[in-house]
């Protein structure tokens, strides 16, 4: 059975904030739920635990997006289906191009989606 490689946080985003995505740049995040959605080949639990984790250094876009005040991961899903795949089948608009798709090889303009 093919393994977990997949997930999406439910990011919930309690009032608009502006915000420096590394070296993206700063954005307006509208209050609202986002979901963003990533990958990790082995150790999918250490990844999410990372996420969930309050103080860490930052190291990818949703990290510096889940350190700002009143930002929090309502709820985590897990999926064997691939990333971008699973990214396609959320309705959504793009919040900020290219974040989270550094890596992205299937032509998403981004891995995080605004709700509303
Ligand atoms: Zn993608």
Redesign the pocket.
């Known amino acids: 059975m093919p393994r977990e490689i997949s997930y999406q946080l439910l990011i919930e985003v309690s009032q608009s904030l502006s915000c420096v995505i590394g070296r993206l740049g700063e954005f307006e995040f509208p209050a609202g739920r986002y979901v963003y959605t990533g990958s990790a080949k082995h150790q999918i639990d250490a990844r999410i635990a990372h996420h969930l984790r309050q103080k860490k250094a930052l190291r990818w876009h949703i990290d510096y997006l889940l350190a700002a005040p009143g930002v929090r991961v309502v709820d985590v899903i897990r999926s064997r289906r691939s ?2 795949m699973l ?1 396609r089948s959320v309705r959504g608009r793009i919040a900020v191009a290219g974040f989270g ?1 550094s890596d ?5 303009s981004a ?1 995080l989606k605004y709700l509303g």
Not at 104 to 108: D, I, L, Q
């Open positions: 990333e971008c990214n798709a992205c090889s299937a032509g998403c891995h």
